[in-house]
């Protein structure tokens, strides 16, 4: 069933370049390569790909992208080395047998309950290649995000839809780090992520108690 809304999905829209820079800082930092560079002939998996707008980007970088939704809201067609597939993430991960280079779980954890956060990781390094990278924006779990991302954003302002999210879905950068531990994976990186209501457009900061990225490398 198709439930686009284009109201909804903005927000989501408006981080498309924040998650670019984040990416772009991280693999100019630890693996000396500009972005363009890194994504050519990669192989990406984007989970909770949405219409499949972002992931396409990395295709004009070159890359071959799978992308994964349990929504059939996918805006670009498939096409050579670009496959949008309406599944939930962990059905597909058991029957896959590719290996990727780079995992996208943005805006993507805070939607799973517990034990399928740890099925989901569990699948993931099956599905890795060496030094892959895994890179992620959700919400860290305190009050502050509950009522920013909850009371306000979906209550008052309307910027999602009501019951989006589940507070007890949440994730503390603490509790990922104790996952990836668990699963081999290096939490390389921790950081913020800002959201203006004014100017609708997201920045990076130290703030890391609402939003954050993260990125894990196996």
Avoid at 31 to 45: A, C, P, R, T, V
Avoid at 76 to 85: A, G, Y
Avoid at 159 to 180: A, C, E, G, M, Y
Wanted: aromatic share 14%; charged share 25%; glycine share 4%.
């Amino acid at each position: 069933m198709d439930t686009y809304n284009s109201k909804y999905y903005e927000p989501l829209e408006q981080m498309m370049a924040i998650r670019h820079q984040y990416m772009s800082k991280i693999l100019r930092d630890h693996s000396g390569q500009d972005i363009y560079e890194f994504f050519k002939n990669k192989k990406i998996l984007d989970l909770g790909c949405g219409t499949g707008e972002f992931l396409n980007n990395y295709y004009g970088m070159g890359a071959e992208c799978s992308g994964i939704d349990i929504e059939n809201n996918f805006k670009i067609k498939n096409k050579i080395n670009f496959k949008l597939i309406n599944i939930e993430a962990n059905k597909f991960l058991k029957k896959c047998k590719k290996k990727f280079d780079v995992i996208f779980l943005f805006e993507f954890l805070e939607h799973l309950e517990e034990q399928d956060k740890y099925q989901l990781f569990e699948n993931l390094t099956k599905n890795l290649n060496k030094n892959a990278y895994i890179f992620i924006s959700t919400l860290n779990k305190n009050l502050l995000s509950k009522y920013l991302a909850i009371d306000i954003a979906e209550n008052l302002l309307k910027l999602l839809p009501k019951k989006t999210h589940d507070f007890n879905l949440f994730l503390s950068p603490s509790k990922l780090q104790s996952i990836s531990q668990k699963y081999n994976l290096n939490l390389m990186d921790i950081e913020g992520m800002q959201y203006n209501p004014i100017f609708k457009s997201f920045k990076l900061s130290k703030f890391d108690l609402v939003n954050y990225f993260g990125t894990l490398k196996y």
